[in-house]
């Protein structure tokens, strides 16, 4: 991983198993690791070169090893089930976007391994039907169209920190729902629909 200076990144790693980590890169060279939303730990890093960034997890044991450049991290964490499932990653810079004064969006990536001393499979879990959010990029309200026969989703909108942010969902009708956005600054935010057997995200401009 090469970060810039001045430059804000995320790499989110979702469903571990049911959990999510993250880690956001500020400006001011430290990380902020957070797991299921709530900040673990913070560590350094440096920025304009190359550093390794490395996670483990190990389905006979109790923690995470993070590795960011030359500093470990362990993360106390209870496995749930014999095999380590993983969902998504993510890695997101909004330099200049969200934070235009925090410098030129400087975030590269390269050479990404992903290794397993068992087996690696892809399962294939099927979308959640008719998921539709518009407008995008958004005003001062936005609309989430899902299918008639899922039953009270879990609808979260997150910012760029992981944070949730404090909006309401209205049930329009069925299958239709509405959020006002007028109070929310300009910027990237994560749109999280969660229903009995699946999870789907999108992203979301807002913009003036």
């Not at 299921?36 to 730990?41: H, I, S």
């Not at 993360?75 to 235009?100: A, C, L, Q, R, Y």
């Not at 992981?162 to 935010?189: F, H, K, N, Q």
Request: aromatic share 12%.
């Amino acid at each position: 991983v090469l970060i810039g200076d001045g430059c804000v990144a995320s790499v989110q790693v979702n469903d571990i198993n049911g959990s999510n980590l993250r880690l956001y890169f500020k400006s001011n060279k430290r990380c902020d690791v957070f797991l299921n939303n709530q900040l673990y730990t913070e560590l350094t890093f440096r920025t304009g070169e190359w550093f390794s960034l490395q996670f483990n997890f190990y389905s006979n044991g109790n923690s995470i090893m993070l590795e960011v450049g030359s500093i470990d991290q362990f993360i106390d964490w209870t496995f749930t089930g014999k095999v380590v499932h993983v969902g998504e990653i993510e890695m997101v810079s909004s330099s200049g976007i969200n934070w235009p004064r925090d410098g030129q969006p400087l975030f590269h990536v390269d050479d990404i391994q992903i290794k397993a001393s068992g087996s690696v499979q892809a399962e294939t879990i099927p979308l959640i039907p008719e998921f539709r959010i518009y407008p995008n990029p958004a005003n001062e309200m936005v609309y989430l169209d899902l299918n008639e026969e899922i039953i009270n989703p879990v609808i979260l909108l997150y910012e760029f920190t992981g944070r949730v942010m404090p909006v309401t969902w209205v049930r329009e009708s069925p299958g239709r729902w509405r959020c006002s956005t007028a109070t929310l600054p300009d910027g990237i935010y994560l749109l999280s629909v969660r229903t009995l057997t699946n999870t789907q995200s999108a992203r979301i401009l807002i913009i003036r």
